[in-house]
């Protein structure tokens, strides 16, 4: 029997496999250490039965666990003493770490090795795993058996890196659990670790990833292998917006085609989201047993995301297959070389047991138990003194009633708000707001958990903000406000962008952020001693609103960019200015958000141009580089402000290129866009952005788009890369706009350019098109394209009524250059080499795309003498001081790309040593 440590290790085809037995020794080689007192408590209301704890043994390195008069089973792991112990609902209870004690009872658990294997028993299951990798890439878990029951299913590799080392250790067994590491070292410096752990009375193996892995390269578990599962059981985390939510267990069959994946049954992730096709479980069944996996503990996910776990059904219709991608982001410094998180993480189990075990309420009962209740880590992170006795509940992270923050929990965050500040809270308001700040429910975006939307997040924070502030009578008071400030802090670096404001999200969402920070700042600033009303992030989010209101006629409304729920008839929500003068903006950019071009503002003739230049995709559109143009302060060309009523998401319903092919003629390449450059001048104004995906993604032709539309799509075999640049001429008689749209792809593609102008009709003439007199398009570039119309109406806050203008071509690259003046008399209006000439402008433009340009990117001349110019473009740009937001559910704009997440990786100061309940990810 391997007891304590085995090791086998294969390298580049030499194999050795040895068993290294080492027994703890006691008595006359070790100094006997006085006994020391560690107190343990439940603060649920169940009884825990064989509760693996950690105990702080001190300076102690041998010895049991003793609670009472009973020597617990014990054993030493790494240096550290683990216990099994049974603790009653609400008990409060010492263990003493007794030096001279010693376990002597039996255990449920057994670790041997035969021939190519090391099995992992308890009194439930087994587990099999490699002991060497003599023939191929072995899979790190091969099978499981239940009881006396036949092996069943099987692991394997999907498109294996080449394999230099791999090794496994049993690094504990006893009567606490086992512990295994499993190490690959693959070429190219690629590694997968991880760590098993089986304890007794469990059906299931806990199974930790770190991994820095190719996302191609993914290992696999057949959990339908080496029996005839005939059903799945899986669960789905929402039904999308709007819909009824059921986190269920639900019955399926193993054929494929039954989801919107086809061939994925769901995608596994351990925190409840509005996805449709995200879920916690997911398993294959017969009759009696089912085999599958449970996601857990959120706050061991690194880029869950992209990490997810696939449950996937095969032709054959007889396996479910959980398959284990990889993830390799390419970042290990930031800009500035401060090291970044290199690895990517998962934390799972996988699960052998009566199928009549896998309904909803025992899975439930189990993850809160053994994950996000579990007794170990609540002991070790939470703060439980103070009180003399208590219990508390838990948030479970898959119901969602318990941690949707936008139907029933803002109800609940009303009575909380009534409460907060009155020194009245007790255990309850303690360990739950705990639980709340606890990464494993809801995660974090330090580790690249999307908070599904950061407003999602300023409401899930209320409440526990709200209890903490309660406690101020509590003898640990200090660590408990720094808590909450921490998270508040958390919340608004993922939220504000600095310098400049712009949110995370658009601005009707970011509006709805600044109003949950005020009521929280209301109610906790004289308890909690801190005023977030006063913080340079919730300040500055505020002046961006002002700052980005669009005029509309005598007023200034909301950016209609993104949803913005619009109110009445009039549009836009109505911006108070307060002691704002618009007459002294400028252009400018906000960084995260894009740029805004202006002339005379706060006068009858102000120009406004909004380009959507900047990363930040919270309920955002398809609006990467899309501008909304106001003039004369009326809305000309327009980002249209239906909101949900029907979602525009589309990329042909903006101010932009859009792409699609034949079989895909309605699409969106998504992406994050990223502003290259800006220079302003009296004359004129210039920026320049891009936004580059790998694909297409279908969409229907008019709104409103699918909620959560993932599928289908059209891979494009390489980049597409799209390049705008906007130049405002502010010397005219009217001022005018000249756009140049570029781009870059593997492949032939349908672009077009769309225009969407407030209007009833439009005359088409060649390469010029008018909308009535409001108007005037003049395509200088290409010389051919195809023209249609595309004209839209809706409803909502008054409504509106564009005429659509589109120019296609079919082309693998190309530029288009149109000229855009206000009214239906423009000047003269020509053609010049790599530009064009308007009046007295003439604005060029250099090649797109060249890695090193021999001329400016963009140069105008006015009278004959230099305007503005704008030399070199910066793809090393700073996009803001903001932390990382991962679009999900309803935003599938693509992976982050490795420019934007190595910027927003970065950890500010205070974020770069934060307590362990805001960051329990252990380091191995």
Known sequence: MLTDSSLNYHKKGVAMSRVLCTLWVLGSMLVSLAAQDVPIVNPTNNDYTQVPLRIDAGAAQAGAGVMGDTVLPSQWEAGQLWVLADLEKQVRTQIRVDADAQYSGDTALAVHQDGAWIELHNDRIAVRIPATADHGVPAPIAALRHGDGPWMGAGSWRNPPDLEAYQVQVVGSGPVQITVHQDYHFADGQRLRLRLRLRPGRDFVEIEERFDLAPEHAWVFDAGADWTPDASLYTQHGGGAGQPMNTNVQTGSLEPGQARMAQELVFLLPRWSQSMDDGWLAAAADEAMALGAITVRAGQWMWPHEGKIAAELADSADTLRLVMPGINRGLTTDDQGASLPSLAARMWWLRLAPRDDWDTDTARRLVMRHAMADLNKVNRLYILDGFDEGRSGFPHPFRGDQVNPTGFWRQQARQDRNRAGDGKGGFGDLVWAQAVLDPDYYGTPWYGWSMQNPNFWSDVLQRPVFRLSRLVDHPRFDELRELARLAMKMDMHHSITLP?????????????????????????????????????????????????????????????????????????????????????????????????????????????????????????????????????????????????????????????????????????????????????????????????????????????????????????????????????????????????????????????????????????????????????????????????????????????????????????????????????????????????????????????????????????????????????????????????????????????????????????????????????????
């Open 500 to 924: 400049g404001g712009a949110g995370q999200e658009c601005p009707g969402y970011q509006a709805h952020a600044h109003s949950i920070w005020e009521r929280i700042a209301e109610r906790t600033h004289e308890a909690l001693g801190f005023d977030i009303r006063q913080w340079e992030r919730h300040q500055a989010g505020q002046d961006f609103l002002i700052r980005s209101s669009q005029p509309r006629g005598s007023r200034r409304h909301m950016l209609p960019t993104g949803d913005t729920h619009p109110r009445g008839d009039s549009g836009p929500p109505r911006i108070s200015l307060g002691d704002h003068d618009p007459r002294e903006w400028t252009s400018e950019e906000f960084p995260g958000f894009g740029v805004i071009l202006r002339n005379r503002p706060g006068t009858d003739d102000e120009t406004f141009v909004a380009i959507k230049a900047g990363p930040n995709r919270g309920h955002y559109h398809g609006d990467q580089l899309a501008l909304h143009w106001v003039d004369r302060r009326q809305p000309l060309m327009v980002d249209h402000h239906v909101s949900y009523n029907p979602r525009a998401g589309q990329e042909h319903m903006h101010n932009r290129l859009s792409f699609g092919t034949e079989d895909m003629p309605w699409a969106v390449i998504d992406g994050h866009e990223r502003v290259l450059g800006l220079a302003t001048s009296e004359a004129a104004d210039v920026m320049v952005g891009e936004v580059a995906s790998t694909r297409l993604r279908r969409m229907p032709k008019l709104p409103p788009e699918e909620w959560d539309q993932r599928w289908d799509t059209h891979e494009l075999g390489g980049s597409l890369r799209y390049q705008r640049a906007v130049v405002l001429l502010k010397g005219l008689e009217r001022d005018v706009l000249v756009l140049c749209d570029s781009w870059q792809g593997p492949q032939a593609l349908q672009t077009t350019w769309n225009g969407h102008v407030i209007g009833e009709d439009a005359s088409v003439d060649g390469a010029v098109a008018q909308v009535g007199d409001r108007l005037t398009a003049v395509r200088i570039a290409p010389e051919e394209a195809s023209f249609s119309r595309l004209d839209w109406s809706h409803d909502r806050g008054g409504g509106e009524n564009t005429v659509g203008l589109r120019w296609s071509v079919e082309a693998e690259a190309g530029r288009f250059i149109t000229v855009l003046w206000p009214g239906d008399d423009p000047p003269d209006i020509s053609a010049i080499e790599g530009g064009v000439r308007i009046g007295d402008y003439a604005v060029t433009f250099a090649p797109a795309f060249a890695d090193n340009p021999d001329q400016p990117a963009v140069r105008v001349e006015h009278g004959g003498s230099e305007a503005v110019v704008l030399n070199q473009l910066d793809y090393q740009r700073s996009q803001g001081d903001i932390g990382i937001f991962v679009p999900d559910a309803g935003y599938p704009f693509g992976p982050i790309p490795a420019w934007l997440a190595s910027q927003r990786l970065q950890r500010p100061d205070w974020a770069k040593d934060l307590p362990e309940l805001l960051d329990p990810m252990e380091q191995w």
